[in-house]
């Protein structure tokens, strides 16, 4: 399998952190290994002050078969 070890750097550090866009993951399995590094290291330096957090949906039944989702602003 070609560029196997990028693949592998890259499974590797979604495990550990976020997943990333199939787009980005094939251009970025293209580069050469130490690119590759430099990337994913650059791209968790950029995102230290970012966090995630998931909201909560509610769904309310509104005449009928429809479901309505609101969001909370």
Do not use: H
């Not at 997943?19 to 650059?42: D, H, P, Q, T």
């Not at 966090?51 to 969001?71: E, H, L, Q, Y």
């Amino acid at each position: 399998m070609q560029n196997y070890e990028q693949m592998r750097l890259i499974m590797n550090w979604e495990r550990d952190n976020w997943k990333l866009g199939n787009c980005y993951k094939n251009a970025l399995a293209k580069k050469s290994i130490s690119a590759v590094r430099n990337e994913l290291a650059e791209l968790k330096k950029s995102a230290k002050g970012v966090s995630f957090s998931v909201a909560p949906k509610g769904g309310k039944r509104i005449g009928g078969d429809k479901i309505v989702t609101f969001k909370k602003g």
